[in-house]
């Protein structure tokens, strides 16, 4: 079982930048496929950034050059620098796990809770 539990989140304002936090239980996360997720009420979860176990990375057209994906194998944590941050940023965002890589879509077996990310103008 892995567990997920991400932190970070909050309100900022259009041009600000926050990091999300992903504390990884359960398996050391160098052997996971990770990503990140974002949905809105309403719309479907769309996949933003994906840390593959190469060390690979895999980004959303909406957010590259805005947003770094990285992990910390010391203290077994993802991240989601996220810079430049605009409206359309606002959602939940999920951190996603998986011993295989389903990339940018949603089928990852493992999911944290969430954490809210609100941008405002």
């Known amino acids: 079982q892995v567990d997920l539990v991400e932190s970070g989140g909050g309100a900022v304002q259009v041009g600000g930048s926050l990091r999300l936090s992903c504390k990884v239980s359960g398996r050391n996360f160098h052997t996971l496929c990770m990503a990140w997720f974002r949905q809105d009420p309403g719309k479907e979860r769309e996949g933003v950034a994906v840390l593959d176990r190469n060390g690979a990375t895999t980004y959303a057209d909406s957010v590259k050059g805005r947003f770094t994906i990285s992990g910390d194998s010391a203290k077994n944590t993802l991240y989601l620098q996220m810079d430049s941050l605009t409206p359309e940023d606002t959602g939940q965002y999920y951190c996603?796990?998986?011993?295989?890589?389903?990339?940018?879509?949603?089928?990852?077996?493992?999911w944290g809770q969430g954490t809210q990310v609100t941008v405002s103008s």
């Open positions: 996603a796990a998986d011993y295989g890589n389903w990339v940018l879509l949603p089928h990852y077996r493992f």
